[in-house]
């Protein structure tokens, strides 16, 4: 009867050590932090403007061509009004300028970015132990562990 935990303790040796040279396999990215970048687009259809504002008054200069002078050159200014114009949504901001000024197109690349952490495992542990006990025999408990190998 005396044979029987040297029994056990040379199977438990004999376990650990074919665990700590077995081949190392690729575990999967448990322990890594992973980020996963995603770009959406956006295609709105053309709202309508939020503000729509004069800005200022541009002059445009037309040149008269005169057929038969070669060198009097005659010309007169026409005012350009230039208007600002604002679309606004919970998306985007977009402001225009011109003569007249038309948003055709507007596509918003938003980034959403996720990043998924795994929390490492913990070594330390407290559990339900069974095993041999040095002066009294068997042993059944709760005890505090340490994690030496992980698979």
Not at 81 to 92: G, L
Not at 104 to 129: F, N
Request: proline share 7%; glycine share 6%; net charge positive.
């Amino acid at each position: 009867m005396k044979t029987l935990p040297w029994i056990i303790c040379a199977v438990l040796a004999v376990v650990a050590l074919f665990g700590w040279f077995r081949p190392k396999e690729q575990t999967p990215s448990i322990h890594l932090r992973d980020t996963l970048i995603v770009r959406d687009t956006i295609h709105d259809s053309v709202p309508k403007p939020v503000l729509v504002r004069f800005d200022h008054l541009d002059t445009l200069p037309i040149y008269i061509k005169d057929i038969d002078t070669l060198r009097v050159r005659d010309s007169f200014y026409i005012p350009v009004p230039i208007e600002r114009r604002e679309y606004r949504t919970e998306d985007y901001r977009a402001v225009i300028s011109g003569w007249h000024p038309q948003l055709e197109l507007m596509e918003v690349y938003r980034q959403t970015q996720t990043i998924i952490a795994t929390p490492k495992s913990k070594r330390w542990g407290l559990g339900l132990q069974a095993g041999v006990g040095y002066p009294s025999g068997w042993y059944v408990g709760i005890g505090v562990s340490y994690d030496l190998w992980q698979w």
